[in-house]
Structures are given as structure tokens and as C-alpha cells.
């Protein structure tokens, strides 16, 4: 089917839905790189004045990605939920920006229909929304997980606190884990990127951080953000595995670059959970995408990079993560040149993440050669913190040092939490209050080399 808008005579003519998407997009990198973004502003307006008028209903009958070669695609469709889409099933994608920004459109209703939104149509309601839009219904959703605590209460903000080091140094990791805790951080996960995805060195660093988290009783979760195979190969052999990781994409084709499919997250999602571990929920997988992973790997089949992740998605949604995270900026300037697209595509990942019902937490974060800088991060974490993310990065100095970007530090959770009022995971604070790390008000304070965190040996 084919869509058409005119302006001051001149027509302008998109062949099929995927086109229109893609010139509805607002102005990024990585769609000028594959050749599919509006060639003028005035297209661009035109094709989000066509797609404002697209029922919704059209989604499910026009599909981007054909169904038989995609198994994402048939994952969208076959887990449609009909009922829950009901409700929004008569509306365009216009009309659909309006009943979401009306105040009648609140948490509750959102919570219902989220099953019945396609990535697609969040994804396209996206390209119509302001970032005060996309700001203003994400602050509606409430997304709530647990495993050992509670992570995406109103009025909540955690980290993953990122110990990540280019040698896998235990010393090195572990006085960055207790530095992290010292400032508050680690709620949402203690999750290290390891240098290596070797099995034996994974096996070390899950052990470390497990042994650590035993010795203080702190309630919160570790992650080891190894290969999906290789977290299934240490689980088989008794590693004490809380969260399985993943990056993921949002077509068959990407997940293949990754050397995953559906049916390894079956399999590894199954094995996850059988371990148990979590103390007062079963939330046990953690997730990471961004915008451009599809066009790197020569798999977008045409759409749109922000179409595309938002499809990832719905490979998060089966599986009841913990965590989702968008790592925005770090691809790079290829796909997001400069701080505003960061922004832009930051608002609209954690925007289309959470009407979908997905934890969502966002890497603000930007490489060595992008044009951006931390002035931009600050714009974008405030930002954030009142559109109600679940969760950022605390990285020492926000500069890691494994991976070599830019991203945020312990002290910019204290800065988001103290300004908006926020506090951390409720079992996590109370932890934080017994410690003498913070007081009974949220505020840090000063602790002394008598701490048990820095005199109990675990550096030495």
C-alpha cells in the first residue's frame, strides 16, 4: 500500500509503510548511511502528517519484515494480544499520540495495554511525539522487576554499577565494585564487562563478585556480561550465575551476527531460572540494544534504525527481563552523530521500551570520537531522571576504561537522585542506611578507612 501527502502542490509519495517510517524518522546518521531518511525537512514533514493518519490496525496486516524469513516478525505477530489491543484498536497513529498524552491515559491503563502494542506502532508514534511527549508518557509507565530487590518504583533510581577493567584485574574490579557501593551505586546490578569471553576467566570474575556480595549481604544482583553460550556452558558447570546477559537485535538477521537466535534464549532463559537464586523475584535475564546494531551487521531489511531496535524489544518482552538497556551513544557517530541525536534517540528508546512494558534503563553515553561531550550527558540524564528511567551506569570517573567511551559515574546518580528527589531500590537503601553509607534522608556520608567494606581484607 502506498501513501501520499501534498504540500503547496508538490506530492510527495511513499511506496509501502517501511518507507514512510523511515521518512518520518527524525534526522540521524545511520539512515543517511543506509539511504533511507528524508532527502528535505518538507519530506520529512510531509511523511509524518501521512503517518498520523495510518489506523493502527494497518501494522498488523503491513508487515516491514516478511513473516516467513523473520523470526522476530513472527514473533510480533503470533504474540499479538487481540484483548489488549482493543481498547486502541479504532485509533490512527495521531490519534493514538493524543489518548496517550491525555491525563484520563494513566499508569493503570498503560500497564493494560501494553501487550497489545506492536514494536511498530510504538516505534511510529515515536516519530510524531516532541521529546516533551516522549518524556511526559514514559513518566506514566511503571515498570517493576525484582530478583533480589525491587527495581522501577515511582520515586526510585538505580545504577549498574560497571567495575569493567582492560586486564580483568580482580583487585582492580573489586576496589571499583566497593567504590561504587561507597557512593551509593550497584541497586540495579553489579554487572562487569568482561576483557575476554573466556570461560575460566568468567567462571573467576563471577565467583569474585558472588563472594563479595555474600561477604557484605548486600541485597542486589551480579552479572558477568559474557556470551550467551558461554554464561549456559559455566551455568551447566555449577557458576553462580544470578542474571543471564545478551545484546540483541530486533531482525533474525542481527541475532544471527550475534550468534543467537530465539531459541538459544529459550534454552538459556529456561536454564537461568532454574538456578533459583533470586531471594524475592524471578526476573533473571538482562538485555542491551542500540540504534544502529542492524545497519553495522547488514541486517535492517530497509528499516529504519530506530524501527529496528524498537523491534528488539519484543525479543526482551518474552523473556521478563530484569533489566533492558539501551546503550544509546556507543556505536557511534556513524548512527548518532552529535548530542542532540543522542538525546533524541535516548528519549525514544526508553519512551517505546516502557509503553511496551519493558524495564528500561539507558547507557548515557557517548565515544571518544562522536560530537558530544559531557555537558550533553548531563542534558540527557536529567532528562531522563524525570521521564522515570529505571536505572543508568556508574562507572568510576564515567570514563571506562575496558571499553573505551564516555558514560556516567557514581556521582551523577547522586546528582540525578538528590535534585529529583529519588532514592534507591528500597531493600538496597535499607542496606546503604545499615551501613552508614547514607542517612536515614538519602544523603552520602563520610565513612572512614574503619569501614568494614574497606577493612574486612576483600582487597588484599
Known sequence: MSYQFTIRDIVYRFDDLRTLLAKASPYRTGDVLAGICAETYQERVAAQIALADVPLKTFLSEILIPYEKDEITRLIIDGHDIAAFNSISSLTVGEFRDWLLKDETDTAVLKDIAAGI?????AAVSKLMRNQDLIAVAKKCEVITSF???????????????????????KGIAASVIGGLLYGSGDAVIGINPATDSPTAVMSLLHLVDTLRNQF????????????????????????????FQSIGGTELSNSSFGINLALLDEAYDATLSLNRGTIGKNVMYFETGQGSELSANAHHGVDQQTCEVRAYAVARKYKPLLVNSVVGFIGPEYLYDGKQITRAALEDHFCGKLLGLPMGVDICYTNHAEADQDDMDNLLTLLGVAGCNFIMGIPGSDDIMLNYQSTSFHDALYLRKVLGLRPAPEFEQWLIKQGIIDGNGQLLQVGASHKLLSGGFLT
Open 118 to 122: 506492536t514494536p511498530e506502532m510504538a
Open 148 to 170: 533480589r530487590n525491587t527495581i522501577g518504583l515511582k520515586g526510585r533510581f538505580s545504577t549498574r554499577l560497571q567495575p569493567n577493567h582492560p586486564t580483568d584485574d580482580p
Open 217 to 244: 549481604d548486600i541485597p542486589t544482583q551480579s552479572c558477568v556480561l559474557s556470551h550467551i553460550t558461554t554464561t549456559l556452558e559455566l551455568i551447566n558447570k555449577g557458576a553462580p550465575v544470578d542474571l543471564c
